[in-house]
């Protein structure tokens, strides 16, 4: 059944990839959904400890993910094997990205994460579904690509990076093309996009916490205790950006959204530089302007 379900997504794909311009609602929907992407990961990054980070935007993603299970019609039983699938790749993806903050600045392992992406998602997407990106869409999603890299690379000149954090960067963005694949043939198959959208946060979000429940046990709350309310927020926005995520993807072509949702990379520099008072360089400028004009180009050509 689940060969059946993928045929049919690939058609899906297909017309979607076939409509030439990312609509106007799903471009803005796409766009605020990096804004709080952007966020929620300064919130991450702003916690010294990472498992309690973490820990607390998962919980926060599942508290908001219980009144859609409620209330929202269940999703269709065929796409149990993607939410499965999605679930699992979940956790990956926040163990990786765990290890990531360890092992390197957030400053080039975010980027290059985020930055790797949508390339292997164009790259799924042409071989998988058939989805051939058209010269306007390939030309926007390596301008994007390019842009992230510069964060990465032309700070890698002044602040080298160890290979260890270079290394789970890259497998993290690979995960990040992973789950957003497997979602966005889960989500179409749903027949209820809430319905989908609660289960995978309310089942993926648990993990974490049970982990750091067995690991820290009677000390978790005293770690938490300081951070709580902003993790939380934390957890809320997280919900959201993928929420929109999400209904984007019914309602544009795969590698697209993925293209458009890491210019949340431009809004995190923004807010490193306003708020955490760091630098907005030359690499930055660069990767603004890439970036915008991949964005145009994706809407516009």
Known sequence: ????????????????????????????????????????????????????????????????????????????????????????????????????????????????ARGTSPLVVTLIAAVVFSETPRNGQLAGILLISIGLACLVFWGHRTNPSRPSAIAA????????????????????ESSSTLGYIGWLMLLEGLAVPFYALATRRGRLWSDIRPVWKIGLTGGALSFLAYGLILWAQTRGALADIAALRESSIIVGALIGTLIFGERFGAARIVATLAVVAGIGTLYLV
């Open 169 to 188: 960067a890259i497998v993290t963005g690979t995960m990040i093309a992973a789950y957003t694949t497997v979602d966005g043939i889960g989500v179409r």
């Open 1 to 112: 059944m689940a060969f059946d379900v993928l045929f049919a997504s690939s058609q899906t794909f297909v017309a979607l990839s076939d409509s030439h311009r990312v609509p106007p609602t799903v471009l803005i929907v796409t766009l605020v959904a990096a804004c709080a992407h952007a966020v929620w990961n300064a919130i991450a990054h702003w916690v010294p400890d990472k498992l309690v980070s973490i820990t607390l935007v998962n919980a926060g993603g599942t508290l908001c993910a219980i009144p859609l299970v409620l209330m929202a019609a269940p999703p269709d039983p065929r796409c149990w094997v993607f939410l499965g699938a999605s679930i699992a790749l979940h956790i990956v993806y926040n163990t990786l990205l765990m290890v990531s903050y360890r092992l390197g600045d957030l400053s080039q392992t975010y980027p290059l």
